[in-house]
């Protein structure tokens, strides 16, 4: 079975700042999808950035985007020039067949103005 | 907006009742999902349903009833819950069951047992 670890529960940055959260794997499998999901206060989860495992080139999303190091089982999305509403709990997920997501426990993110 | 919609968005209810979560997608989808956020375990998958069939039961108590009466609309049946059943109920959707694909969650509906 996949795991996914967040080592960070809760991680802050200043406004305008760049942040990097964590997320390792476990897998034996060759072809997956990672996601970095957002929930907000309102608790709707909000794809953030996804990586397939095959592409060797990081994925970005604008002011999102990730540090893939598939032989590690790295998967850790930096965010630039945080701002006051990136303020959420991240979560990684592992994708595989069947389209189902493994998550890790999640990174509470704040963010200081 | 949501593309997947949730009712009820907060739920109360007695270890001997019976009550129902619904969730709507309008996204023309044919993958459906339920899963579990409880406070002190990662977000668990419950069931998934492909074109109206369910094809995975993540080992979920009985308790728990599904059922997709079409691609677009998923219930969650609820009848004689324990408290530690109290949490968050996301329902979730995707175009299919490819790998890859984006799944797009609702809001979710939150269950307090007493």
């Known amino acids: 079975a996949q795991t996914v670890t967040q080592s960070q529960p809760e991680m802050s940055v200043q406004e305008a700042e760049t942040v990097t959260l964590s997320c390792t794997y476990d897998t034996s499998e060759s072809d997956y999808y990672l996601f970095w999901y957002k929930q907000p206060p309102s608790r709707q989860m909000i794809l953030v950035i996804r990586q397939e495992a095959y592409k060797q080139q990081n994925a970005t999303e604008n002011r999102f985007s990730v540090n893939f190091q598939k032989a590690a089982k790295s998967f850790s999305l930096k965010i630039s020039d945080s701002q006051l509403g990136d303020a959420a709990m991240y979560f990684c997920a592992y994708n595989n067949a069947g389209n189902m997501l493994t998550f890790g426990g999640g990174t509470r993110l704040m963010v200081k103005p | ?114």
């Open chain 2, 1 to 114: 907006e949501t593309g997947v919609t949730q009712t009820p968005r907060h739920l109360v209810m007695g270890m001997t009742n019976k009550k129902s979560l619904k969730c709507e997608q309008h996204l023309g989808h044919n993958a459906m999902y339920w899963y579990k956020q409880s406070a002190k375990k990662p977000l668990e998958l419950m069931f998934v349903y492909s074109l109206e069939e369910r094809v995975e039961n993540n080992s979920v108590p009985s308790r728990f009833s599904p059922e997709c009466p079409n691609s677009s609309h998923l219930f969650l049946h609820l009848h004689t819950l324990q408290p530690e059943d109290s949490a968050l109920y996301l329902c979730a959707s995707s175009r299919d069951r490819g790998l890859g694909n984006t799944i797009y969650f609702g809001e979710g509906s939150w269950l307090t047992v007493v």
